[in-house]
């Protein structure tokens, strides 16, 4: 049987690979508080012409009362729930010549 060295995921080692964001535990930067806390743009990807951008929007368990919502008229989101409770994944496609 092999032997593997297993090491926490860290920018600094993953960077041979590519980039990664910390998408469960995000941290810096962010707009909001808790309950609801946006970390937008943590990773870009050029898709032709629009740029995919990843964001995370941290809800945490409120009342089931909607009184925040917001429209984009420039780009289109997705939405992937990571666990299922407090954290997803924006993913929107924005135009180039559209800055945030």
Not at 24 to 42: C, S, T, V
């Amino acid at each position: 049987m092999r032997n593997e060295k297993v090491c926490e995921l860290s920018l600094e080692r993953f960077q041979p690979f590519g980039s990664f964001a910390p998408m469960i535990n995000p941290d810096g930067a962010k707009l909001g508080a808790p309950p609801i806390e946006f970390y937008r743009d943590m990773l870009s990807l050029k898709v032709g012409t629009p740029t995919a951008s990843f964001s995370v929007c941290r809800v945490e368990k409120r009342p089931m009362v909607v009184d925040v919502t917001e429209f984009h008229s420039w780009c289109g989101e997705g939405i992937l729930p990571l666990d299922g409770i407090s954290s997803s994944t924006l993913v929107r496609l924005r135009p180039k010549e559209k800055s945030l």
